[in-house]
């Protein structure tokens, strides 16, 4: 019992030790080309007690710069930092009665790279569209020390989130982003914040979150069917309005294009007017001009009246010839079984 009392008071006295020193807390560097470290000091100090204190690193170098970041801070500038080199470092608090050492710090600057917050959130409405399929708003943002990023040591990503104003705890994550801005889908109307950070694509750690951007998405009335009626009798109003106006005139032409008319058959240099009204002189002497070609040959009969007082023959070469033999003409010319009589 008594061994575990004395292991007991002894662990206190360390513990109350350990919280009499100074206490490296807190590394960053934003760029990975300087740094700067942070300290708690001394609790235990007695009114009106002075303290200094001094930060030595690598065992024999002290803090270039004990002002620039602030009290009980130590920052190393560009001429001072080494990235892939470890350091170790610890602070002594020297007051007038003995000196508090604190326990060893060490660390990698590539591994306390930690960026600034983004600034200058803006917000802009993508669409006008109706609440039931939601609005689109883009959300753009800045980063607040653009040398960082130009010699290449840092490559941000960012992530973004976003709720609405009376959902306590309920946010929506975009991560990771390559670009200083995203375009939100979908959005409700009402009223929604947003925050974004970063960090180092490669190391580090994340950035504080930005100041909250509101944003506020206002509510339109859905389209609805009856829109969509109007719309679609529109069309077709304009459609026919085009088709009376545009596309009958052309009809013909049209037609014509498509189904051009099968041409009748002619003969080269010969009038159709002359096949219909059957000169066969005129239409023989035109075709006297082919070659090979020859007129078809055809006889035509004249006949004339016979009368009981007397019977002429005409023809082409004779004409007014009597005829004597009257019986013999009336039987040649009388059908069988019929009779002329004289």
């Given at each position: 019992r008594s061994s575990v009392?004395?292991?007991?008071?002894?662990?206190?006295?360390?513990?109350?030790?350990?919280?009499?020193?100074?206490?490296?807390?807190?590394?960053?560097?934003?760029?990975?080309?300087?740094?700067?470290?942070?300290?708690?000091?001394?609790d235990n100090l007695t009114a009106g007690e002075e303290v200094a204190y001094v930060l030595?690193?690598?065992k024999e170098y002290e803090c270039p710069d004990y002002t620039s970041a602030g009290p009980n801070s130590c920052h190393f500038d560009k001429s001072h930092t080494s990235i892939w080199k470890l350091y170790c470092m610890?602070?002594?608090?020297?007051?007038?009665?003995?000196?508090?050492?604190?326990?060893?710090?060490?660390?990698?600057?590539?591994?306390?790279?930690?960026?600034?917050?983004?600034?200058?959130?803006?917000?802009?409405?993508?669409?006008?569209?109706?609440?039931?399929?939601?609005?689109?708003?883009?959300?753009?943002?800045?980063?607040?020390?653009?040398?960082?990023?130009?010699?290449?040591?840092?490559?941000?990503?960012?992530?973004?989130?976003?709720?609405?104003?009376?959902?306590?705890?309920?946010w929506k994550v975009k991560h990771p982003l390559?670009?200083?801005?995203?375009v939100l889908l979908g959005l409700r109307s009402g009223e929604y914040v947003v925050r974004v950070r970063c960090r180092s694509h490669n190391y580090g750690l994340w950035s504080k979150w930005s100041s909250t951007l509101h944003i506020s998405i206002p509510f339109r009335r859905p389209t609805g069917k009856i829109l969509v009626?109007?719309?679609?009798?529109?069309?077709?109003?304009?459609?026919?309005?085009?088709?009376?106006?545009?596309?009958?005139?052309?009809?013909?032409?049209?037609?014509?294009?498509?189904?051009p008319p099968i041409p009748k058959p002619r003969i080269i240099g010969i009038d159709p007017l002359l096949l219909k009204k059957g000169n066969f002189e005129e239409i023989n002497r035109h075709f006297t001009n082919f070659h090979g070609y020859r007129p078809p040959s055809y006889?035509?009969?004249?006949?004339?009246?016979?009368?009981?007082?007397g019977i002429y023959l005409s023809s082409s070469k004779e004409r007014g010839v009597p005829i004597t033999d009257i019986p013999h003409l009336a039987r040649t010319l009388t059908p069988a079984g019929h009779h002329v009589s004289c």
């Open positions: 009392r004395v292991r007991t008071q002894g662990e206190g006295q360390a513990t109350a030790d350990v919280m009499k020193r100074p206490q490296i807390y807190y590394c960053r560097s934003p760029n990975m080309e300087d740094f700067t470290c942070w300290w708690h000091p001394l030595t690193y690598s610890n602070v002594t608090a020297v007051t007038a009665q003995r000196n508090y050492t604190s326990q060893e710090y060490c660390l990698d600057v590539a591994e306390i790279v930690e960026t600034e917050s983004p600034v200058n959130l803006t917000f802009s409405l993508m669409d006008a569209g109706g609440d039931e399929a939601g609005h689109s708003a883009q959300i753009s943002w800045t980063y607040p020390v653009p040398e960082d990023l130009r010699y290449g040591w840092i490559t941000l990503v960012y992530e973004l989130q976003y709720r609405r104003i009376n959902e306590e705890g309920n390559r670009e200083p801005h995203v009626l109007v719309l679609v009798v529109g069309v077709g109003l304009v459609a026919l309005l085009v088709i009376a106006f545009g596309v009958i005139p052309q009809s013909r032409r049209l037609k014509d294009y498509f189904f006889s035509v009969e004249v006949w004339d009246q016979v009368s009981s007082d």
